[in-house]
């Protein structure tokens, strides 16, 4: 029976993760968080020992779940673009700064960690697929801030991959534009604030013309939730150690579209939704540049695609849905939240 140790347990991946976990396995939770609303009745769960407290704070409880742990997943870390370009110290304070040393104690208590990489380091790397064995971490110049992100998980990549030179067992996973029910609040009604699909989400619910950034012509591998918690399942399993020391892409190739076709294919769907239908029909697509919408610091990626290969053969996985389903399934998550989100507007 594994001891699964996740800090940040009420993030977007850590609700999601405890849910699989006490589902369809035997394993206990032990998890940190500041708040509990997505966790709802898990918080109950005779195998969820959650503990309310914060990583910079409550280093003594962490330093002790790591030794009692088999698996720790740190997934705290700051995640949205607007918070890149307007208080870049604050990225780095929290995830690079404040996960170190919890790596550390990981890596002195003998411990598999299994670290939240992110398709960021890539950066705008040239590949057509961007391969985590082969691909070059290419960011832009010190003035645009918004590389702090990827400069700082890109750091963190290559200290826990010494550490594991001195024997840490580790997993790195990069996330590829997860998305589904939980990811930001969709109540959240500033521009920047969450990501994309949340945010266009919210606009739609309000009635709220949607912003394209320089046209929304950049593209994005979307990868529903389930089937990137399907492979850190493998991973945490770690079946004969086959995920040990390696580094792992978890997207859905298959799922690339412009931010514009995004747009275009939430509004269609809204329209056979008669929660959404009619607020839906008030949203327009207007144009803004990355620089009124994030700050002058921002620059974007124009494609950003995983090569799965490794992925696919050694965890025994594959993405299976659609972009369709994907949306249906976040379509119909919200049904229940419309007119709480709707009340933004009074």
């Known amino acids: 029976m594994k001891k699964v140790l996740i800090l940040g347990v009420n993030g977007f991946i850590g609700h999601h993760l405890s849910k699989r976990i006490l589902e369809t396995t035997d394993w206990e939770v032990y998890g940190m968080d500041m708040q509990t609303e997505r966790l709802g009745d898990m918080i109950n769960h005779p ?33 949205t673009p607007s918070t890149y370009v307007k208080q870049p110290l604050r990225v780095f304070e929290l995830d690079f700064e404040a996960n170190l040393p919890i790596v550390r104690s990981a890596a002195k208590y003998g411990k598999h960690l299994v670290f939240p990489s992110t398709s960021e380091v890539y950066g705008m790397c040239h590949d057509e697929e ?108 770690n079946k004969n150690g086959v995920a040990s020391g390696k580094i792992y892409n978890i997207g859905n190739p298959t799922n690339n579209f412009s931010i514009r076709e995004l747009a275009h294919m939430m509004l269609d769907l809204a329209a056979e939704y ?48 659609t972009m369709p389903d994907t949306m249906r399934n976040i379509f119909d998550a919200y049904r229940s939240q419309v007119a709480e989100a709707r009340s933004l507007m009074d």
């Open 47 to 79: 195998r969820m020992h959650f503990f309310e407290g914060d990583i910079t704070i409550n280093k003594e409880w962490v330093e002790y779940h790591v030794k009692k742990c088999d698996v720790i997943l740190p997934l705290v870390a700051i995640a």
């Open 274 to 321: 008669p929660e959404y239908a009619e607020t839906a029909k008030k949203v327009e697509l207007t144009e803004t540049t990355s620089a009124a919408y994030y700050g002058k610091g921002y620059q974007d990626v124009q494609n950003r695609v995983p090569k799965i290969t490794n992925t696919c053969e050694e965890l025994g996985w594959k993405p299976v849905t």
């Open 130 to 237: 961007f391969d985590p064995e082969e691909s070059e971490l290419i960011c832009g110049p010190i003035n645009k801030p918004r590389w702090i992100y990827s400069c700082a998980k890109q750091l963190m990549d290559r200290v826990i991959w010494g550490y594991g030179m001195e024997g840490l067992n580790f997993t790195l996973f990069r996330p590829f534009n997860w998305i589904g029910a939980g990811l930001d609040n969709i109540h959240t009604p500033k521009e920047g604030s969450s990501r994309v699909v949340t945010q266009f989400f919210g606009h739609i619910v309000r009635g709220e013309n949607i912003s394209l950034v320089d046209g929304g012509a950049q593209k994005r591998a979307f990868t529903y939730i389930d089937d990137g918690i399907d492979a850190l399942m493998r991973i945490i399993d």
